[in-house]
């Protein structure tokens, strides 16, 4: 309306209508382009919006990845995770701690064992990190807890089960101590034979003789201690099994070895190894298995016995049995027989040269091998020992 006011009023009608028409037209060209522009914004603002969404959803989705990363190697860690909230109540545990602890603790005052709970209570007033050795009953396993402040009075529970480094610890602790003592012992013998031998040899021959036979008889004693030791710790971190091994024929020739040995122990050594038997290992090992079998037997045979050895193949299985008539295993004393150093007769094993390490040897061997060695034995009637080992696999190898 403003607009036809303005207009000059000598224009005729035609050119109003013009004139109108254009004044519309601009007017509609300028809405169009208002709306194009709005139009734009609008798209822009919600792909913006759109993007925003699609970068929280990926970010979710990594996140939650992430969770069930973390939750899979805290599941299956070998160490208890405990996380306790600042109330000290449970805000997380693994499967291991449970496993470690026999249950899932609510709260620290559900930890077990009494140790454990204190060492946790004393870093959440501390908030120094401590590290504590404690035992748990029934069934009875060592475990290293440490316990360290995890920020807003948190605190973090690592708890590491170590009754088995402990054993093996322990073990090692008292094979050292029997090994010196059965080191002593001989090595004492020497000395003193040493002593007298001097003191007697211008006098009196005859006891030089006497003991310089003892001297003697003490230093193999010494020296076949220390090559079964140095056997045991070679064997201890395995055998060698690059090499097939014919059984049936490592075992003859080893018994050949001992044939005068029977003889003058007046026993009967009989062997049986008629089919090849071939299994993949170390030769040397295997024949360190044989003697000492074969030996024992025959150290444990009273005159008049007999030793019996087979070498049987199955399909899968190479069967070596020793068995003799001697004097016999106590039943109590059949687990044992394998450990270290173990006798059931010192004296009898001193008398014969024994070491108390060889049927040691004969299952580090077997083992080492994947196979196994076992014992029955009446008192008084004889022993029977026998190795299973694995065929060697490479068919047509026999
Ligand atoms: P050792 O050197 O004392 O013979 P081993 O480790 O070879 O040691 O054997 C451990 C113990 O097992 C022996 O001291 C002996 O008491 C017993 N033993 C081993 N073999 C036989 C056997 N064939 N007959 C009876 N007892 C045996």
Same mark, same amino acid.
């Given at each position: 309306?403003?607009? &036809?006011r303005?207009?000059?009023?000598?224009?005729?009608?035609?050119?109003?209508?013009?004139?109108?028409?254009?004044?519309?037209?601009?007017?509609?060209?300028? #809405?169009?382009?208002?709306?194009?522009?709005?139009?734009?914004?609008?798209?822009?603002?919600?792909?913006?919006?759109d993007?925003?969404?699609?970068?929280? =959803?990926?970010?979710?989705?990594?996140?939650?990845? %992430?969770?069930?990363?973390?939750?899979?190697?805290?599941?299956?860690?070998?160490?208890?995770?405990?996380?306790?909230?600042? +109330? &000290?109540?449970?805000?997380?545990?693994?499967?291991?701690?449970?496993?470690?602890?026999?249950?899932?603790?609510?709260?620290?005052s559900? &930890?077990?064992?009494?140790?454990?709970?204190?060492?946790?209570?004393?870093?959440?007033?501390?908030?120094?990190?401590?590290?504590?050795?404690?035992?748990?009953?029934?069934?009875?396993?060592w475990?290293?807890?440490?316990?360290?402040?995890?920020?807003?009075?948190?605190? $973090?529970?690592?708890?590491?089960?170590?009754?088995?480094?402990?054993?093996?610890?322990? /073990?090692?602790?008292?094979?050292?101590?029997?090994?010196?003592?059965? &080191?002593?012992?001989?090595?004492?013998?020497? %000395?003193?034979? =040493?002593?007298?031998?001097?003191? *007697?040899?211008?006098?009196?021959? +005859? !006891?030089?003789?006497?003991?310089?036979?003892?001297?003697?008889?003490?230093?193999?004693r010494?020296?076949?201690? /220390?090559?079964?030791?140095?056997?045991?710790?070679?064997?201890?971190?395995?055998?060698?099994?690059?090499?097939?091994?014919?059984?049936? #024929?490592?075992?003859?020739?080893?018994?050949?070895?001992?044939?005068?040995? #029977?003889?003058?122990?007046?026993?009967?050594l009989?062997?049986?190894?008629?089919?090849?038997?071939?299994?993949?290992?170390?030769?040397?090992?295997?024949? $360190?298995? !044989?003697?000492?079998?074969?030996?024992?037997?025959?150290?444990?045979?009273?005159?008049?016995?007999?030793?019996?050895?087979?070498?049987?193949?199955?399909r899968?299985?190479?069967?070596?049995?020793?068995?003799?008539?001697?004097?016999?295993?106590?039943?109590?004393?059949?687990?044992?027989?394998f450990?270290?150093?173990?006798? /059931?007769?010192? =004296?009898?094993?001193?008398?014969?040269?024994?070491?108390?390490?060889?049927?040691?040897?004969?299952?580090? *061997?077997?083992?080492?091998?994947?196979?196994?060695?076992?014992?029955?034995?009446?008192?008084?009637?004889?022993?029977?020992?026998?190795?299973?080992?694995?065929?060697?696999?490479?068919p047509?190898?026999?």
């Amino acid at each position: 309306m403003n607009a &036809l006011r303005m207009l000059p009023v000598d224009m005729d009608a035609g050119t109003i209508v013009v004139v109108v028409l254009g004044i519309v037209a601009v007017g509609c060209l300028g #809405a169009l382009l208002a709306f194009a522009v709005t139009r734009s914004k609008v798209e822009e603002a919600r792909g913006r919006a759109d993007s925003a969404t699609a970068d929280l =959803a990926s970010r979710e989705e990594a996140a939650r990845e %992430q969770r069930a990363v973390q939750d899979l190697i805290l599941a299956s860690m070998q160490e208890g995770v405990l996380l306790l909230d600042p +109330e &000290l109540g449970t805000a997380f545990a693994n499967a291991a701690l449970e496993r470690h602890l026999g249950s899932r603790p609510a709260s620290v005052s559900q &930890l077990f064992p009494l140790d454990l709970r204190e060492a946790v209570r004393e870093v959440a007033e501390s908030s120094a990190p401590i590290t504590v050795e404690v035992e748990r009953s029934a069934p009875s396993r060592w475990l290293r807890v440490t316990a360290a402040p995890a920020g807003d009075g948190s605190v $973090l529970v690592v708890v590491t089960d170590i009754t088995d480094a402990r054993r093996i610890e322990s /073990v090692r602790r008292d094979f050292v101590a029997n090994a010196s003592h059965e &080191l002593k012992t001989p090595a004492a013998s020497i %000395q003193a034979a =040493a002593e007298t031998l001097r003191s *007697v040899v211008d006098d009196d021959p +005859e !006891a030089v003789t006497r003991f310089a036979t003892q001297l003697e008889r003490e230093a193999l004693r010494l020296s076949r201690i /220390v090559a079964d030791l140095l056997d045991l710790s070679r064997l201890e971190s395995g055998s060698e099994l690059s090499e097939r091994v014919r059984l049936d #024929a490592l075992v003859r020739e080893e018994a050949e070895r001992y044939e005068d040995q #029977a003889r003058e122990a007046n026993v009967r050594l009989t062997v049986q190894a008629p089919t090849p038997a071939t299994v993949r290992g170390a030769a040397r090992d295997l024949s $360190l298995l !044989a003697r000492n079998l074969i030996d024992n037997a025959i150290r444990y045979t009273r005159p008049g016995g007999v030793v019996d050895i087979r070498v049987e193949k199955s399909r899968d299985e190479v069967e070596l049995t020793v068995s003799d008539s001697g004097v016999g295993i106590p039943v109590r004393d059949l687990p044992r027989v394998f450990e270290r150093f173990y006798r /059931v007769d010192r =004296a009898r094993s001193r008398e014969t040269g024994g070491t108390g390490l060889g049927l040691s040897i004969v299952r580090h *061997v077997a083992e080492n091998h994947g196979g196994s060695v076992s014992v029955t034995s009446e008192l008084g009637a004889g022993s029977t020992f026998v190795v299973r080992l694995p065929t060697a696999s490479t068919p047509g190898a026999d």
